[in-house]
Nanobody, 123 residues
Framework: QVQVVESGGGLVQPGGSLRLSCAAS????????MGWYRQAPRKERELVAT???????NYAVSVKGRFRISMDNANHMVYLQMNSLTPEDTAVYFC?????????????????WGQGTQVTVSS
């Protein structure tokens, strides 16, 4: 079993900053990539940023230059530093981890999701 847990959400004023953290734990053999997605009310879930274990990053156009994703490979953790927040960034932020587990001689590739953490940007 693999668990993914996010933390760091909350209420922040426009122009403020927040740092989200995410930890993947359990029967992990390897993590290839981790990322952040968000879902605002009445909208589809969308990609925010992803990072591979080799450090390659990808950002949504709407957050490029304001958000920064980083990864701690050894501890299977990913962070999202969010600056210059606007009300449009209000959403539930989900962490995703892609990797593999190993059981009885077989590797299983999978993708795991956290429960999400609420980010609200409001004055």
């Amino acid at each position: 079993q693999v668990q993914v847990v996010e933390s760091g959400g909350g209420l922040v004023q426009p122009g403020g900053s927040l740092r989200l953290s995410c930890a993947a734990s359990g029967s992990i053999f390897s993590i290839n990539a981790m990322g952040w997605y968000r879902q605002a009310p009445r909208k589809e879930r969308e990609l925010v940023a992803t990072i591979t274990s080799r450090g390659s990053t990808n950002y949504a156009v709407s957050v490029k230059g304001r958000f920064r994703i980083s990864m701690d490979n050894a501890n299977h953790m990913v962070y999202l530093q969010m600056n210059s927040l606007t009300p449009e960034d209000t959403a539930v932020y989900f962490c995703s981890a892609e990797g593999s587990t190993y059981y009885s001689g077989t590797y299983f590739a999978d993708r795991w999701w956290g429960q999400g953490t609420q980010v609200t940007v409001s004055s």
